[in-house]
């Protein structure tokens, strides 16, 4: 017990002292997932208004292969990845792998089906209100996404949150596509499994302690979205 109390306080020392690699590491972090999230949040958002407005006749099939892809393990998903990106993959000449842009790409596709999932749900409902209007006022159905997207955004932004919640905590593709390379590739998932397996429970712990303060902080404003939401404010 005195070790744990002992890890822990020097833990709290590294986040009060601004430790440069705890930092480092961070913002690592943070441009990855960032950056992931201004991808997929500009292919999901118009594809999950593309699908609340427009009926073709795959349109239920690319809804269910959407939601079952939000339950498809990330590790299998970097597996793909690697392949794809790996000397005799068909992306092997571009030298992606191991390095933060490879990273990037395992979270675009993993967060994609899930903001798209999410915000359809919210724009399906709000379409069914503005349906009426949009048709009576001959709106096209570029003007009919446009309208969707802006009237939804706080909607659109919970499901970007989200995407943001699911993707800072990603460990098992990022590690497969990321290698977890010092000073290059390594960020707060990874590096907490690394210390952890080398018993520093010092710097995992304040790693750790940095993950939860995000994941707290995501889940407080995605509740008060819908709360500000709810209550017909904004």
């Not at 930092?23 to 990855?32: A, M, N």
């Amino acid at each position: 017990m005195a070790d744990l109390w002992d890890g822990i306080a020097q833990a709290f020392w590294l986040l009060v002292t601004l430790d440069q690699d705890l930092v480092e590491i961070t913002l690592r972090s943070l441009r990855v997932t960032l950056t992931a999230l201004a991808i997929a949040s500009m292919i999901a958002l118009p594809l999950a208004a593309l699908l609340a407005v427009r009926r073709f006749r795959l349109r239920r099939v690319t809804i269910a292969v959407l939601n079952a892809l939000m339950g498809l393990p990330p590790v299998v998903v970097g597996l793909i990845i690697y392949v794809l990106l790996s000397r005799a993959g068909p992306l092997g000449v571009l030298g992606l792998l191991f390095t933060p842009t490879a990273m990037i790409i395992a979270q675009v596709v993993i967060i994609v089906p899930l903001v798209a999932s999410i915000a359809h749900q919210s724009l399906r409902e709000l379409w069914s209100d503005y349906h009426d209007l949009l048709i009576s006022m001959n709106a096209s159905q570029v003007q009919r996404i446009k309208a969707l997207l802006w009237d939804g955004r706080r909607a659109l932004l919970t499901a970007a949150l989200a995407g943001f919640g699911r993707a800072i905590g990603e460990v098992g593709a990022i590690m497969v596509v990321g290698g977890n390379i010092d000073h290059a590739t390594r960020v707060l998932t990874t590096a907490i499994a690394l210390e952890t397996g080398k018993g520093e429970f010092a710097m995992a712990l304040g790693l750790g302690f940095v993950l939860i303060a995000m994941a707290v902080a995501v889940n407080l404003a995605i509740h008060w979205l819908g709360h500000t939401e709810s209550e017909g404010r904004w």
